[in-house]
């Protein structure tokens, strides 16, 4: 398949030669290309998915959080966490207490397995945040940082209602 294949007469961005769709197909592969190094090296060895592996990084570098805050933060699901977390605590490598303050609310902290899968793990999550920044200018850096913020801030704004904006502007018209 060709480039051109890819770029259908839709709308343009500001830039007129930017093609939408195709800045969509790069992002996805991005995010595609960076689950790689998980898949090769961490998932087999530590009988750990993805949602799990985000977990017990988030857990690791706040100290402790709750559910629906590691969904907030890594944009997962609730429902996807939800079963990391119940997965996470039957295997041992999280803890869950209800907050004394909150009793609906669950805190979440690594076992002492969970910390020490954590410290496993935490040079390869290093090496591709490194290797993936390696080729940018640290001005670079900054501004795809930005852009990223900005593209959530989007991405998670709410109507009047609460809804989704995102959800009902990409809803299909049938």
């Known amino acids: 398949m060709n480039k051109a294949s890819l770029q259908p007469a839709r709308r343009r961005t500001a830039n007129a030669n930017i093609e939408p769709l195709d800045v969509l ?28 592996f985000r977990v017990i990084m988030l857990i690791g570098r706040l100290g402790k959080a ?10 997962v699901t609730t429902m996807s966490v939800s079963r990391a977390v119940t997965s996470l ?7 869950c207490k209800v907050d004394p303050q909150n009793r609906r609310r669950k805190i979440l902290r690594l ?28 001005e670079e850096v900054r501004a795809f940082d930005s852009i990223m913020a900005k593209l959530i801030d989007s991405l998670d704004a709410r109507d009047a209602d609460g809804r989704s904006v995102f959800i009902e502007k990409t809803r299909p018209e049938n």
Not at 89 to 95: L, M, Q, V, Y
Not at 111 to 138: C, H, I, W
């Open 111 to 138: 076992t002492k397995e969970g910390e020490r899968l954590y410290q496993k793990m935490l040079p390869t999550a290093d090496n591709v945040a490194t290797y993936l920044f390696n080729s940018l200018q640290p």
């Open 66 to 75: 709750a559910s629906h805050e590691i969904a907030e933060i890594s944009g």
């Open 89 to 95: 605590e039957r295997k041992g490598r999280i803890a």
């Open 25 to 52: 197909h790069r992002l996805l592969k991005l995010g595609n290309r960076l689950g790689a190094p998980f898949s090769e090296h961490l998932e087999k060895r530590h009988r750990v998915t993805m949602n799990e």
